[in-house]
């Protein structure tokens, strides 16, 4: 997959949602989590966006168990529908994360890999946010930082990192969540934020503070 330029992801967990979200968007997320069969059902896709696959655990804002998670991930990176994964840098960077089995399915079969951090509680400080995109981005093709602003402060630090990290070549999907961080959806993109996430649907929004797929298609063209 090719991120050189902003892509919209639709998020679901039912890939039967496809043919909606093709006015708007660039692939579907597909929330392996929320789904009851996820391999099942990308076997079964025949689709026209690319999909990206996620598979978020219970301690990262999802409903995954542990159990199999990684596998499940790793043999969605082989499917030939899967354009992208996504696997959580706690995963892949904490003593016990087993995150590097999906990584390394990706490689092998060239799927790409969005390594990806999200903070539900707040946000850290500008240094902390700049570490944790920083090690996203040496580890995936794409770094990938969701947080969560308790001020204007913090979405303009989340603006900067992703300015600076932009800037100097990095590839990198940055998100503000929240009320406070809501706008940031939009407006990343001005900074550098390759990829955005969007239900077709916006009772079926995956974070909080998510945009529909066309309202926030809409504030793009808008915006730039």
Known sequence: MDFQDFLLAASTGDLSTEPAAREHADLVEFRMDLAEDPLADLDDYGGELPVLATNRPEWEGGEADDEGRIDALAEA???????????????????????????????????????????????????GMADRLGEACSLGDVGKLAVTPTDRGDALNLLRVTHEYSAAGMTVATMGMGELGRHTRAVAPLYGSILGYAPVDPEDATAPGQYSAAALRGLLADLR
């Open 77 to 127: 990176a082989r499917t030939d529908c899967v354009a992208a994964i996504d696997v959580e840098l706690d995963s892949l960077v904490d003593e016990d994360g087993d995150g590097a089995e999906a990584l390394a399915a990706a490689r092998s079969t060239d799927t790409a890999t969005v390594v990806s951090a999200h903070d539900f509680e707040g946000a850290p400080a500008l240094s």
